[in-house]
């Protein structure tokens, strides 16, 4: 795509449509301060002019208080521009939601850089088995990390997320409704959100974007470029997990939450499944299939709504259980619906059942004190202790080659110390 036909296609999708849009802004109540919309551009004006003629911030914004407002009182003043602050914010947001919606329309989803054309290039050099070789080993860990400065809390996102629908369909009517509501929706906390607030806040990108966008990608590769016929077991792209694991750059992570946070993950991603059967409830409604795929609709809503009464479900028996429909649709109902079942049998192999894995982050120092305490317990009770005798004393290479040797007594004592 030309760089002159991409700024025509963002000016007609985003910029207009910014500009019609943000006006819905200037019917914003904000707490009885009026015309912040009106006044942004004046400000912003003079925030050039007063930079340009030497004039210090201080200067600047005394000069168009006292021109543009009745405000005396520092108070006053300081309420305006935070107005002004919540005014932007909610522009800002606005603005994403048209990009977001708009971004098909924008680039070239077949252009390069994509799988498509990924695809059409191997095919052209005559390298599409080569192509394949590299994707059943290729692949990527994308690691997700959180700060409390750095998103939107559950609620907004759910706005936006809705709001990118409602443009996407061009209902001005829920638009306007959405943009009331941010309105009125707080965008910071009142209290510091603690290390198990901010992986579910993070949680919400897992669900409502990554699960099916990687999800997709999976389903092209599979179906496009191996022709159904991907036997593999490699998922291509593998999710990490920061909030919740990262002990040593955050003193609020404990044991606890890092336990929690592995449990919501494990919930998050069965809801998902559990959303995606009963659409498949829906279609799957031939004899036999039927049966199977309610009893896995049962299963599911048992690990989602009784968690701790019911047996939970693991990423084999689940895999299992849909192989089995899918054997039976292929074998008596002429395939019928197979790309719907085959697309939720991918995501189970990428997700699993724990959705991200948690990267435990920690200070060596402290898994030292953690291997020595273990390895002193084992040889009071005249057991073989982990390490051999100068463990503290060896060098580098040659405690990594001991760890090596000694992995897995490792793993499984401290399997026993904490079942």
Same mark, same amino acid.
């Given at each position: 795509?030309?760089?002159?036909?991409?700024?025509?296609?963002?000016?007609?999708?985003?910029?207009?449509?910014?500009?019609?849009?943000?006006?819905?802004?200037?019917?914003?109540?904000?707490?009885?301060?009026?015309?912040?919309?009106?006044?942004?551009?004046?400000?912003?004006?003079?925030?050039?002019?007063?930079?340009?003629?030497?004039?210090?911030? =201080?200067?600047?914004?005394?000069?168009?208080?006292?021109?543009?407002?009745?405000?005396?009182?520092?108070? %006053?003043?300081?309420?305006?521009?935070?107005?002004?602050?919540?005014?932007?914010?909610?522009?800002?947001?606005?603005?994403?939601?048209?990009?977001?919606?708009?971004?098909?329309?924008?680039?070239? =989803?077949?252009?390069?850089?994509?799988?498509?054309?990924?695809?059409?290039?191997?095919?052209?050099?005559?390298?599409?088995?080569?192509?394949?070789?590299?994707?059943?080993?290729?692949?990527? $860990?994308?690691?997700?990390?959180?700060?409390?400065?750095?998103?939107?809390?559950?609620?907004?996102?759910?706005?936006?997320?809705?709001?990118?629908?409602?443009?996407? /369909?061009? %209902?001005?009517?829920?638009?306007? *409704?959405?943009?009331?509501?941010?309105?009125?929706?707080?965008?910071?906390?009142?209290?510091?959100?603690?290390?198990? @607030?901010?992986?579910?806040? #993070?949680?919400?990108? #897992?669900?409502?974007?990554?699960?099916?966008?990687?999800?997709?990608?999976?389903?092209?590769?599979?179906?496009?470029?191996?022709?159904?016929?991907?036997?593999?077991?490699?998922? !291509?792209?593998?999710?990490?997990?920061?909030?919740?694991?990262?002990?040593?750059?955050?003193?609020?992570?404990?044991?606890?939450?890092?336990?929690?946070?592995?449990?919501?993950?494990?919930?998050?991603?069965?809801?998902?499944?559990?959303?995606?059967? $009963?659409?498949?409830?829906?279609?799957?409604? !031939?004899?036999?299939?039927?049966? =199977?795929?309610?009893?896995?609709?049962?299963?599911?809503?048992?690990?989602?709504?009784?968690?701790?009464?019911?047996?939970?479900?693991?990423? %084999?028996?689940?895999?299992?259980?849909?192989?089995?429909? $899918?054997?039976?649709?292929?074998?008596?109902?002429?395939?019928?619906? *197979?790309?719907?079942?085959?697309?939720?049998?991918?995501?189970?192999?990428?997700?699993?059942?724990?959705?991200?894995?948690?990267?435990? /982050?920690? @200070?060596?120092?402290?898994?030292?004190?953690?291997?020595?305490?273990?390895?002193?317990?084992?040889?009071?009770?005249?057991?073989?202790?982990?390490?051999?005798?100068?463990?503290?004393?060896?060098?580098?290479?040659?405690?990594?080659?001991?760890?090596?040797?000694?992995?897995?007594?490792?793993?499984?004592?401290?399997?026993?110390?904490?079942?």
């Amino acid at each position: 795509m030309s760089s002159s036909l991409y700024i025509s296609n963002f000016k007609r999708n985003v910029t207009d449509k910014y500009v019609i849009y943000n006006s819905l802004f200037a019917a914003l109540p904000f707490s009885g301060i009026a015309n912040v919309g009106a006044l942004l551009p004046i400000l912003l004006q003079a925030c050039i002019d007063g930079y340009a003629a030497g004039k210090s911030p =201080m200067e600047i914004i005394d000069r168009f208080f006292a021109q543009h407002t009745n405000a005396t009182t520092e108070k %006053d003043k300081v309420d305006r521009l935070f107005k002004a602050v919540q005014y932007i914010e909610r522009q800002v947001v606005l603005f994403d939601s048209i990009e977001d919606a708009a971004f098909t329309s924008v680039n070239d =989803m077949e252009g390069a850089g994509s799988l498509k054309s990924l695809q059409s290039e191997a095919a052209f050099a005559g390298k599409t088995a080569l192509l394949k070789s590299k994707l059943r080993k290729f692949k990527v $860990r994308v690691v997700l990390t959180a700060h409390p400065t750095q998103f939107y809390p559950g609620s907004v996102l759910g706005i936006i997320h809705d709001m990118n629908e409602a443009i996407s /369909r061009n %209902d001005f009517h829920t638009i306007n *409704l959405y943009i009331q509501q941010l309105g009125i929706t707080p965008f910071f906390n009142k209290k510091q959100p603690t290390p198990y @607030d901010e992986a579910v806040n #993070l949680m919400w990108y #897992l669900e409502n974007v990554l699960y099916q966008s990687i999800g997709n990608i999976y389903n092209y590769i599979a179906r496009e470029i191996f022709d159904n016929k991907f036997d593999g077991d490699n998922p !291509f792209i593998e999710l990490g997990f920061w909030p919740g694991g990262d002990r040593d750059g955050n003193p609020f992570v404990t044991a606890d939450i890092t336990l929690r946070v592995a449990e919501a993950l494990r919930s998050a991603i069965i809801v998902c499944y559990y959303r995606d059967v $009963r659409k498949l409830v829906r279609r799957l409604t !031939f004899t036999g299939v039927d049966t =199977m795929i309610h009893q896995l609709e049962s299963q599911l809503y048992e690990n989602v709504f009784k968690p701790k009464e019911s047996k939970k479900i693991s990423a %084999d028996e689940l895999l299992q259980q849909l192989q089995a429909i $899918r054997e039976l649709i292929v074998s008596q109902h002429h395939s019928l619906f *197979l790309q719907r079942l085959d697309s939720l049998i991918h995501k189970v192999k990428i997700f699993g059942t724990h959705f991200a894995a948690l990267d435990i /982050r920690q @200070d060596s120092r402290i898994h030292t004190k953690v291997l020595a305490q273990i390895d002193t317990g084992l040889k009071a009770k005249n057991q073989k202790g982990i390490f051999p005798e100068g463990y503290d004393g060896f060098s580098p290479a040659k405690k990594w080659k001991c760890y090596q040797i000694s992995a897995p007594r490792l793993i499984s004592t401290v399997l026993k110390i904490h079942l």
